[in-house]
Every structure is written in structure tokens, then in C-alpha cells.
């Protein structure tokens, strides 16, 4: 049966003597939604989704993944989740096919049926001739897609995935969110994804930011950014006052980092030929571009005036 | 049983990487015949006469014992192994309690301990140190000193965070068990408090049950003791090292590695 939301939690809250890792979160997110964690390393990211999968369970607080307790039915919670670790968990003196079928055996799948599974995810990640090599001669982003492919074996409800493309290169990244993306597709999984890379999750239906432990801000990935600007307007300059002062009246705040500045224009018919022509020689560079989930993030989640990532 | 693929999958994988690495079964193999020649013939020639013959045979049940404690020790090993290298979390996170882990890991590493000593039993019949018949009556004693060497090897990986502490354990565990257990020696010509420290040294019994088997040896303990205290403490040492291993405070390192939290 279906439920309306794959994952809930209320006041979920994970301590570490005096250090709070994750501070009173609230969830609810439906099923078949792709969801995105956002936020710094530290922020709380992993340690939530440690707590959603019984790796380690909350100081206070409850969570439920389709409905089932995370505290009272662990054993059932891990047959319907499925995680993929930050880093690999899979050994790499044995072959593909080896930690695929190990790992499918571990989840009671019969050698028959794990062969059939395993032959199908390797060919969606187009790794079936390596099927039988060795996992320490895969690239990095190989083998990240083979911990993907064990994730999913038994067609998990949901699928989390720790920074799943932290350290790999650019085409290996949008390799792995097209696999991803497939998954989802074919499978109707909800997918819980946490990521520093915040432009990688503009493709969720949602994203919530966190930090220090503690959601700050949350909603659909284009909404947030409609919200935020039409443009952002980015000058360097060397006598940043005198051009601030010029702008801030029209702009607002801008976030402030050395001789660089950065405005939000809410605008959509600011004639940027003309601002730059006022401005004159005072400005190094001046560029205006469309807002993105980065943008969202420092101006939202971190103080304008510091302009500081923690 | 709903568990039996994971446990079958978990020892399985174990076992397979045993018989992968054949130099290594081979090389345990060198180990005890080591002891036996420069043990036996060393302390031996120290011996007069029928002693001295005595002594290589009386050193059979210790040899074999030591084969299981290492082998045993060593494979239950692999649990804090595994998670030093990460594969423990896909374990973790397979739909079964954690203690079935440490059962699946200390059945591979009870049958690893009694492959290799089979392998031995087999170069001492041929080398003329022992009898067809004594080979196979020590099986029973072996199979019951494998279950508890695995144990012992459960309860030191289920505290032992990571394998920094093999030297400790080596220095600590495995020699001080073999050397205090009546492997090399009678316990009745110990002196006292050495006594006491066989005594409650559970190896002991496992040494004491296959002398028993072994005409060469004096045994020091009567069968139905060697095999209540084999019993009693393998049972309690693996429920033991389960219950500990289930505890998450545990695995914390294994999850928060990379905030660089300590539990």
C-alpha cells in the first residue's frame, strides 16, 4: 500500500555530549517526491539520514519511513530503505558481481533473482562488461555507480543518498543523476538526497536547507529562486562604498566579500547598459546573470551582510 | 529461518576469501610444525629417554589447539576488519539484527579453524606423529575448542574499535591463552598461582579435552569438566559479544568519521 508520506519526523534531535548534530528537525515528505538535504559539511546531513535508516537512533524525537517506527521496527525499516554511504561500502578485492551478489543475499534475494537484478542495474549504469572485474580496477565514479546499484537492489520505498557525487569529476556527476533520475523513473522510488553541491539538486520537487543542525528554509527548487531575484548583479570594483552607495538604494544589501559585490534585482526591467554607464570607470566587472540554488543559499541562509559560508 | 541467505552470504564470503589466499592456509600450516620441531626436539633433549619421545606426543593436542586458536582468532578478527575498511556498513544496514553478523562471522571462523586443523591432523598421520584413529577421535575435541577460540576472537573484536590494536591483542590475548593453557606443559607441575591462571583460562579445557584423545598426553581435568566449561563459556561469550555488537554506541566511528565525532 502506498502512503502519503514516505518519510515523517518530529523533533527528531541527535545530541553527542554537549554537541547538537541535528536540533529538533521536523519532516514530512511524500511518497515519490525526490527531496533534497542541503547544507555544509557538519551541518547535520548525514547524521539525519543515519537516524532515518536505524544506523543510529535519535536522542529525542520520532521519525517513520511509510509509517513504520524507525525506533520500533528497525529490521523492517532497513528492508524498505536503501542507503548509499558517503563513502564506498563495498570491498574492493572482490568483483562487481561478487559484492552485488553478497549484498543482494543480505536482503534474502535468491541467487536467481539477484542475477536477474544485478544484470539489469548493470546495464542501466552500462556496466555490464565489468561485471566480473575486480571493484579496485573501476574508476571513481564506476564504482560509485555500482554503490548505487547495491542501494537499489531490493527495490527499495526509499533511496538515500549520502553526497553521492562528492569527489567525482563533472561528467561523472551528470552520469550519476542520470542513473539516478532513471531509478526514479522506472522504479517510483522516493529518493532523500543530501548534497553540498547545491546546483545538483535543482532537479528535486524539494529542498531544505539546514544548518548547525537546524532547517532554516525550504520549497521547490525554482520557486525559491523565483522568489529570490529575476537577476544577480555581481561588480568588482576597488572603492566598494561609493558604489554601494549608489546602488543600495535601488537593490537593497548587497553580500559583500572584499571588492566584490553582489545584489539581488527583483527588477525584471533594470537596464543594466544604463547602470553601467552610470557607474563609469568606478567598476572593475559588471555582470548580471539568473539566480540559482547557490544564490538562494548565501542570501538566505547565511547573513547578507557576512556574506560568510560556515 | 528468514536470516539463513545473510548468515550463509556472510560466512560464505569469509570462507571463500580463506580458500582464495591458498598461501596463507599453507603458511598456517608452518607454524605449528615449527613449534613441533624446535618445542618438541628442543625442550625434548632436555628430557631423558622415554620423556623425550613422550614429550613430541604429549605437544600434539597443544599444536592442534594452537592451529584453532590463531585460525579462529584471526577470522573473528574480521568483523573489526570490516569495518575499518567500511564493508561492515553494508552489513549494518541489511534487513537482519546485527548480531547476526558475529554469528555468521564466528561460524566461518569456527569452520576456517577446523579446515585448518584437519590439514594438520592429516600431515601428523603422515608424518607418523599420530594414528588414523587418534586423528579423526581428536575432531571431536577440535570442533568444541573452535567454537570456543571463535568466541574468545567475538569477544575481543566486539571491543576492539580498529586494528591498531592487533600487536595488543596478539601480545595480549592469543599468547598469553596458548602459553597459559597447559598446551606445552602438565598443569599439575605449574606452579600455584600459574595454576589458577590455567584454570580460568577456558583454552585450557579445549587443550585438556583433545589429551584425552592423545594416549601421549596426561590430561588434567576429567572429560565432563573440559566439556561443561567449553560449553558454558562459549555460550556466554557469544551472547555476550552479540549483545555488545548490537549496541550502536559501537559502530559510531563507522558513521562519524567524517564529522570526526568520537562516541
Known amino acids: 500500500?502506498?502512503?502519503?508520506?514516505?518519510?515523517?519526523?518530529?523533533?527528531?534531535?541527535?545530541?553527542?555530549?554537549?554537541?547538537?548534530?541535528?536540533?529538533?528537525?521536523?519532516?514530512?515528505?511524500?511518497?515519490?517526491?525526490?527531496?533534497?538535504?542541503?547544507?555544509?559539511?557538519?551541518?547535520?546531513?548525514?547524521?539525519?539520514?543515519?537516524?532515518?535508516?536505524?544506523?543510529?537512533?535519535?536522542?529525542?524525537?520520532?521519525?517513520?519511513?511509510?509509517?513504520?517506527?524507525?525506533?520500533?521496527?528497525?529490521?523492517?525499516?532497513?528492508?524498505?530503505?536503501?542507503?548509499?554511504?558517503?563513502?564506498?561500502?563495498?570491498?574492493?578485492?572482490?568483483?562487481?558481481?561478487?559484492?552485488?551478489?553478497?549484498?543482494?543475499?543480505?536482503?534474502?534475494?535468491?541467487?536467481?533473482?539477484?542475477?536477474?537484478?544485478?544484470?539489469?542495474?548493470?546495464?542501466?549504469?552500462?556496466?555490464?562488461?565489468?561485471?566480473?572485474?575486480?571493484?579496485?580496477?573501476?574508476?571513481?565514479?564506476?564504482?560509485?555507480?555500482?554503490?548505487?546499484?547495491?542501494?537499489?537492489?531490493?527495490?527499495?520505498?526509499?533511496?538515500?543518498?549520502?553526497?553521492?557525487?562528492?569527489?567525482?569529476?563533472?561528467?561523472?556527476?551528470?552520469?550519476?543523476?542520470?542513473?539516478?533520475?532513471?531509478?526514479?523513473?522506472?522504479?517510483?522510488?522516493?529518493?532523500?538526497?543530501?548534497?553540498?553541491?547545491?546546483?545538483?539538486?535543482?532537479?528535486?520537487?524539494?529542498?531544505?536547507?539546514?544548518?548547525?543542525?537546524?532547517?532554516?528554509?525550504?520549497?521547490?527548487?525554482?520557486?525559491?529562486?523565483?522568489?529570490?531575484?529575476?537577476?544577480?548583479?555581481?561588480?568588482?570594483?576597488?572603492?566598494?562604498?561609493?558604489?554601494?552607495?549608489?546602488?543600495?538604494?535601488?537593490?537593497?544589501?548587497?553580500?559583500?566579500?572584499?571588492?566584490?559585490?553582489?545584489?539581488?534585482?527583483?527588477?525584471?526591467?533594470?537596464?543594466?547598459?544604463?547602470?553601467?554607464?552610470?557607474?563609469?570607470?568606478?567598476?572593475?566587472?559588471?555582470?548580471?546573470?539568473?539566480?540559482?540554488?547557490?544564490?538562494?543559499?548565501?542570501?538566505?541562509v547565511c547573513p547578507p551582510e557576512t556574506g560568510v559560508v560556515t | 529461518m528468514k536470516n539463513w541467505l545473510a548468515v550463509k552470504a556472510v560466512a560464505g564470503r569469509e570462507l571463500s576469501k580463506v580458500f582464495r589466499q591458498r598461501g596463507r592456509l599453507i603458511s598456517s600450516m608452518v607454524r605449528p610444525l615449527i613449534w613441533l620441531l624446535v618445542i618438541g626436539s628442543g625442550v625434548g633433549s632436555m628430557l631423558q629417554g622415554s620423556q623425550q619421545e613422550g614429550y613430541l606426543g604429549f605437544l600434539v593436542p597443544g599444536i592442534v589447539a594452537m592451529t584453532l586458536l590463531f585460525a579462529a582468532l584471526l577470522s573473528a578478527l574480521t568483523l573489526v576488519y570490516d569495518k575499518e575498511f567500511g564493508v561492515m556498513r553494508m552489513m549494518m544496514i541489511a534487513p537482519i539484527e546485527h548480531y547476526w553478523i558475529v554469528i555468521a562471522k564466528l561460524i566461518a571462523a569456527t569452520i576456517t579453524a577446523m579446515v585448518q586443523a584437519l590439514m594438520l591432523l592429516v600431515i601428523l598421520v603422515l608424518i607418523g606423529l599420530i594414528d588414523w584413529d587418534i586423528a579423526l577421535l581428536l575432531l571431536i575435541p577440535s570442533f568444541a575448542t573452535a567454537i570456543c577460540c571463535a568466541a574468545i576472537g567475538g569477544l575481543i573484536a566486539a571491543w576492539s574499535r580498529t586494528l591498531d590494536n592487533f600487536a595488543v591483542i596478539m601480545n595480549f590475548f592469543i599468547f598469553p591463552l596458548f602459553f597459559l593453557s597447559g598446551a606445552l606443559y602438565p598443569v599439575s607441575q605449574l606452579p600455584e598461582l600459574l595454576k589458577y591462571v590455567v584454570l580460568i583460562n577456558p583454552f585450557s579445557y579445549g587443550v585438556d579435552l583433545m589429551k584425552h584423545a592423545v594416549p601421549a598426553a596426561e590430561s588434567d581435568f576429567s572429560v565432563l569438566t573440559d566439556i561443561s566449561v567449553l560449553a558454558v563459556f562459549s555460550v556466554l561469550a557469544i551472547v555476550i559479544a552479540c549483545w555488545r555488537f548490537s549496541r550502536e554506541s559501537v559502530h559510531e566511528p563507522l558513521f562519524h568519521r567524517a564529522t570526526g565525532k568520537k562516541s
Open chain 1, 1 to 300: 500500500m502506498a502512503h502519503k508520506f514516505a518519510i515523517r519526523a518530529n523533533g527528531l534531535t541527535k545530541r553527542y555530549g554537549q554537541a547538537v548534530a541535528v536540533n529538533n528537525l521536523d519532516l514530512n515528505i511524500q511518497s515519490g517526491q525526490f527531496y533534497g538535504l542541503l547544507g555544509p559539511n557538519g551541518a547535520g546531513k548525514s547524521t539525519t539520514i543515519h537516524m532515518l535508516t536505524t544506523m543510529t537512533s535519535p536522542t529525542s524525537g520520532e521519525a517513520f519511513i511509510a509509517e513504520k517506527s524507525v525506533l520500533k521496527e528497525p529490521v523492517a525499516i532497513r528492508a524498505s530503505v536503501g542507503l548509499v554511504f558517503q563513502d564506498s561500502a563495498l570491498d574492493r578485492m572482490m568483483t562487481v558481481d561478487e559484492n552485488l551478489q553478497f549484498a543482494a543475499a543480505l536482503y534474502n534475494l535468491k541467487p536467481a533473482q539477484a542475477n536477474d537484478r544485478i544484470e539489469e542495474l548493470l546495464a542501466i549504469f552500462g556496466l555490464q562488461k565489468k561485471r566480473h572485474m575486480k571493484l579496485a580496477a573501476l574508476s571513481g565514479g564506476q564504482r560509485r555507480a555500482v554503490d548505487i546499484a547495491r542501494g537499489v537492489l531490493h527495490k527499495p520505498k526509499v533511496l538515500f543518498l549520502d553526497e553521492p557525487t562528492i569527489g567525482l569529476d563533472l561528467p561523472n556527476r551528470r552520469a550519476i543523476w542520470r542513473f539516478v533520475e532513471q531509478l526514479r523513473k522506472e522504479e517510483g522510488m522516493t529518493v532523500f538526497l543530501t548534497t553540498h553541491y547545491l546546483e545538483e539538486a535543482v532537479a528535486c520537487d524539494r529542498v531544505d536547507f539546514i544548518q548547525n543542525g537546524k532547517l532554516q528554509y525550504g520549497g521547490a527548487p525554482n520557486a525559491l529562486i523565483r522568489d529570490l531575484a529575476v537577476y544577480i548583479l555581481e561588480i568588482d570594483c576597488a572603492d566598494t562604498e561609493a558604489v554601494n552607495r549608489a546602488l543600495s538604494p535601488q537593490f537593497g544589501q548587497p553580500i559583500w566579500e572584499d571588492e566584490h559585490l553582489s545584489y539581488r534585482v527583483k527588477d525584471k526591467n533594470v537596464d543594466f547598459s544604463q547602470l553601467q554607464q552610470s557607474l563609469g570607470e568606478a567598476v572593475i566587472s559588471l555582470q548580471w546573470r539568473k539566480p540559482n540554488l547557490n544564490d538562494v543559499y548565501l542570501w538566505t
